[in-house]
């Protein structure tokens, strides 16, 4: 899976942040194995320097799902790690929906319709 950070002029986008990214990055999505081929953080800070408030920090996490289109996830925080652990967990969610809506197991709504007027018609 690749991993890139990408931050503005205002936020933490040092070697540091960007090994942080990838660190738990990694941990948080390697259940999906391959079916996450790319992950992106796009770090910003709203106010810039002019203020500081609870959530100047913005993360935007979007990920290259196989066989889907790109989960797009957003958080705001006081600081980048928790926009960041905030986007994830948002992400983690997004994706393991994306990835059910894929299972091949999984009965689509016709086919579950179909079922359904089969045993009303068996129980008349």
């Known amino acids: 899976m690749q991993v890139l950070l990408h931050s503005d002029q205002h936020t933490n986008g040092s070697k540091a ?3 942080h990214f990838v660190s738990v990055a990694n941990d948080a999505l390697g259940r999906f194995g391959e079916c996450v081929t790319r992950v992106e953080a796009h770090l910003c800070d709203v106010n810039g320097t002019a203020s500081s408030n609870a ?3 913005h993360c ?3 990920a290259q799902v ?3 289109e790109s989960v797009i996830v957003k958080d705001q925080a006081g600081n980048a790690h928790q926009a960041i652990e905030g986007a994830l967990r948002k992400l983690k969610r ?8 894929q ?5 689509s709504k ?3 319709a179909v079922v359904a007027a ?3 018609d068996v129980a008349d």
């Not at 997004?94 to 809506?101: S, T």
């Not at 299972?103 to 009965?107: E, I, K, M, S, T």
Request: glycine share 6%; aromatic share 0%.
């Open 118 to 120: 089969a045993l009303d």
């Open 55 to 57: 959530t100047d920090i």
């Open 103 to 107: 299972d091949p197991r999984r009965p």
């Open 66 to 68: 196989i066989g889907a």
């Open 60 to 62: 935007t996490l979007e």
């Open 110 to 112: 016709q086919a579950v």
């Open 17 to 19: 942040m960007s090994e």
């Open 94 to 101: 997004a994706i393991g929906a994306a990835v059910a809506k």
